[in-house]
């Protein structure tokens, strides 16, 4: 089965640039997908395909994909910013397949 | 606007049965997958398995292929997912989603969510 590696945490100060990474064997050859979840709350879409906003979505939030890593990156992060970020992925053996999530902490 | 409404929470005890549904609205319901995503207390996502309710078409993960029945009834635009027989385990929240007309096999509207809660 296809497994997707994303570090449990990052940590950033306000108005900074936060990076979270997403690892995947040749994930660069697939379509990778980004779900913001704040407490108590469903996950929202913020990337498709490597590095498409939808609708609504800020410009802050942008992605990116090579190789066996691909990443979210958030620019000028704010208070707001602050949740559980997912990526995910379709696999031909293993269909839809979820990270195991980073937590995104703004100082 | 596309909305999913899931119903209410739950508290089941072992061994009971359970069905808990997403309603659609806003958007052509037979024409799109709906997928079902489990989350844990304090764990991450994981997908279940997904239904096309225009010809009920249904797929399952590996993991929950035979735990779990998804079904569509399109004529209300509903999907279901259902348990004969629940265990502790499966306490958890419980997401539908709709794959979205655009991108790669993504989600781009989700439900509120149903907690299901089994304990004795």
């Known amino acids: 089965s296809y497994v997707l590696t994303q570090p449990p945490s990052v940590s950033v100060a306000p108005g900074q640039t936060a990076r979270i990474t997403c690892g995947g064997n040749?994930?660069?050859?697939?379509?990778v997908h980004w779900y913001q979840q704040k407490p108590g709350q469903a996950p929202v879409l913020v990337v498709y395909?490597?590095?498409d906003r939808p609708s609504g979505i800020p410009e802050r939030f942008s992605g990116s994909n090579s190789g066996n890593t691909a990443t979210l990156t958030i620019s000028r992060v704010e208070a707001g910013d602050e949740a559980d970020y997912y990526c995910q992925v379709w696999d031909s053996s293993s269909d839809w397949v979820f990270g195991g999530g980073t937590k995104l902490t703004v100082l | 606007e596309v909305q999913l409404v899931q119903s209410g929470a739950e508290v089941k005890k072992p061994g009971e049965s359970l069905k808990i549904s997403c309603k659609g609205s806003?958007?052509?319901?037979?024409?799109?997958?709906i997928g079902w995503v489990r989350q844990m207390p304090g764990k991450g996502l994981e997908w279940m398995g997904i239904?096309?309710?225009?010809?009920?078409?249904?797929r399952y993960s590996p993991s929950f292929q035979g735990q779990v029945t998804i079904s569509a009834d399109k004529s209300i635009s509903t999907a279901y997912l259902q348990w004969s027989s629940l265990k502790a385990s499966d306490t958890a929240m419980y997401y539908c989603?709709?794959?979205?007309?655009?991108?790669?096999?993504?989600?781009?509207?989700w439900g509120q969510g149903t907690l299901v809660t089994v304990s004795s």
């Open positions: 395909d490597d590095s």
């Open positions: 989603a709709r794959q979205a007309p655009y991108g790669d096999s993504t989600f781009d509207y």
């Open positions: 239904i096309y309710p225009g010809d009920s078409d249904t």
């Open positions: 040749n994930i660069g050859s697939k379509s």
């Open positions: 806003g958007y052509s319901f037979t024409s799109y997958w």
